[in-house]
């Protein structure tokens, strides 16, 4: 199966494609597809790569994916709880056809603001629910729950996924090479990682790999690699409360602790042990 693009299964005949991932870990490649995606997680944890962002997922939480935004969900297998997720996939030109309709324009808005991707940050079980009574509907009431379900998004508050960067369809080999780059990031957070050994990996000089990511991402390697760490570390201290914060730091990959302290107050505007506190479950 190719990294990248990604096709969804959907029948050129239908409006809507549902589906329900139910592994020990979701599919696991840095990925795009034309289709916008609305899901829902059921059960598991880890962290969602969107564009040049990554935040934590968890249970309950619901998220919109728009067309040709590079993702990934990085599954944490260190639960052993089978990761679930149910979600509904639909093309942006198949609604745009339908524009043109007075009660319907009002979408116009939301579509647009779903190609940023968002994380929705109320009415999340309002949602879940939605996409799990589109599974066994008959057609007209799948159509029926489906705008029921874009309109319950319209009205709930919602956090920005992805900066507005270019978007463009990614070959087969630059989706390689930037699966690669991610699932080695990911798995290697708390080792010393060498920027030559990632330039390496997606067979590129170091100074043409510097190109490549900023020019994709619009961020440096260190700087989403930073950032990476950090969303690593609240994991860390929020699940893991037995961990001192020098240990939370090393297992990130911060060597310096008074480094640790002072990059994770830059990103989430409070020290480590003030998060911990606020957050530990």
Do not use: W
Request: glycine share 4%; charged share 25%.
């Amino acid at each position: 199966m190719k990294a990248l693009p990604f096709t969804i299964p959907k029948h050129d005949s239908a409006l809507l494609l549902f589906q329900r991932d139910m592994e020990a870990v979701f599919y696991d490649r840095f990925h795009q597809h034309e289709a916008i995606q609305i899901s829902f997680i059921v059960s598991g944890e880890g962290e969602l790569l969107v564009g040049d962002r990554i935040r934590r997922y968890k249970p309950g939480d619901a998220f919109v994916i728009g067309s040709y935004l590079p993702h990934l969900f990085k599954s944490d297998n260190s639960f052993e709880i089978e990761s679930e997720m149910v979600t509904v996939f639909f093309a942006r030109t198949d609604l745009d056809r339908l524009l043109d309709f007075e009660e319907l324009a009002q979408l116009e808005n939301l579509l647009n603001e779903m190609d940023l991707g968002s994380a929705l940050d109320s009415n999340q079980e309002e949602v879940g629910s939605l996409i799990n009574q589109i599974e066994m509907a008959s057609s007209l009431n799948r159509l029926s729950l489906f705008f029921s379900l874009l309109e319950l998004i319209s009205e709930s508050k919602r956090s920005v996924l992805s900066s507005n960067l270019p978007r463009k369809l990614l070959s087969e080999n630059e989706g390689m090479r930037m699966q690669a780059v991610m699932n080695f990031t990911l798995d290697s957070l708390s080792e010393q990682i060498k920027l030559d050994e990632v330039a390496e990996l997606a067979n590129m000089s170091t100074n043409a790999f510097c190109r490549y990511f900023k020019q994709r991402t619009n961020k440096s390697y260190f700087q989403f690699l930073i950032e990476i760490r950090i969303e690593q570390a609240c994991t860390l201290l929020t699940n893991q409360v037995d961990l001192s914060i020098s240990e939370v730091a090393e297992l990130s990959g911060f060597q310096n602790l008074s480094n640790f302290n002072r990059r994770f107050k830059k990103e989430k505007g409070v020290p480590p042990s003030q998060f911990r506190r606020e957050n530990a479950i």
